[in-house]
């Protein structure tokens, strides 16, 4: 779901579904909401969050993600086995599946910390030529 103009969301929202799993991502862009209207989104987003908590539908944001993922990715590449698919990857030119991983990440439905399992892939490395 895009909220705003397509070329310039204010609000995005993804449905995702990992395994038995199924949840929502938002993403926030609050500086594209005209200071006029900035109290009105607020409360809609607000809104948001309960209706999702009331649903017990888990809702992320993007943001917290990246944080955690910037967090644990540093040290997971360079894992032995991270290094051998890595190389795989980059003769093969093709995505491929790597391990699942969980993170804490706080659910903006419920308030609560929960654990989101999610897939990691490796992608070949782009080639500087």
């Known amino acids: 779901m895009i909220f705003g103009d397509p070329e310039n969301p204010f609000l995005i929202m993804k449905?995702?579904?990992y395994g038995s799993s199924l949840y929502y991502?938002?993403?926030?862009?609050?500086?594209?909401?005209?200071?006029e209207d900035k109290q009105k989104f607020r409360r809609m987003v607000g809104s948001v969050k309960k209706m999702a908590g009331r649903m017990g539908?888990?809702?992320y944001d993007h943001v917290e993600i990246s944080e955690a993922l910037e967090a644990i990715l540093p040290r997971m590449?360079?894992?032995?086995?991270a290094i051998i698919l890595q190389r795989k990857v980059d003769e093969t030119d093709?995505?491929?599946?790597?391990?699942?991983?969980?993170i804490n990440i706080f659910d903006h439905g419920t308030g609560k910390i929960r654990?989101?399992?999610?897939?990691?892939s490796m992608a070949?490395?782009?080639n500087p030529e």
């Open 94 to 102: 093709e995505n491929q599946f790597y391990k699942d991983i969980n």
């Open 124 to 126: 070949p490395k782009e």
């Open 115 to 120: 654990t989101l399992e999610l897939g990691i």
């Open 25 to 35: 991502i938002f993403q926030i862009f609050e500086d594209r909401v005209p200071k």
């Open 57 to 59: 539908m888990p809702l």
């Open 15 to 17: 449905r995702k579904e």
């Open 77 to 81: 590449v360079k894992e032995p086995e």
